[in-house]
Nanobody
């Protein structure tokens, strides 16, 4: 079964940057829509960005211009570059492909 593993989270000051990585255990990132989601405690998981098989990307309005989703097919990895981070970006981030179990996510904390 394909697994997705997120990494790259951490503590960063407001205005800082992080790059999240989503590694797939098989070569599938070029064949499926891959999304980055985030979930705050007590709230529903929300889509932050996704990338289609043709490299078309879409973003949640509040992250447009700050976040960039990209992929490296050779490494079976999808990235989320996050710049100008804000305290409200503090949540757990997950990557997801439809039909594949959710991973553990990676915590992002934006605080001074």
């Amino acid at each position: 079964q394909v697994q997705l593993v997120e990494s790259g989270g951490g503590l960063v000051q407001p205005g800082g940057s992080l790059r999240l990585s989503c590694s797939a255990s098989r070569n599938i990132v070029d064949s499926y829509v891959v999304g980055w989601y985030r979930q705050a405690p007590g709230k529903q998981r929300e889509l932050v960005a996704h990338i289609l098989s043709g490299d078309t990307t879409n973003y949640k309005e509040s992250v447009k211009g700050r976040f960039t989703i990209s992929k490296d097919n050779a490494k079976n990895t999808v990235y989320l570059q996050m710049n100008n981070l804000k305290p409200e970006d503090t949540v757990v981030y997950y990557c997801h492909i439809l039909g594949i179990p959710w991973g553990q996510g990676t915590q992002v904390t934006v605080s001074s």
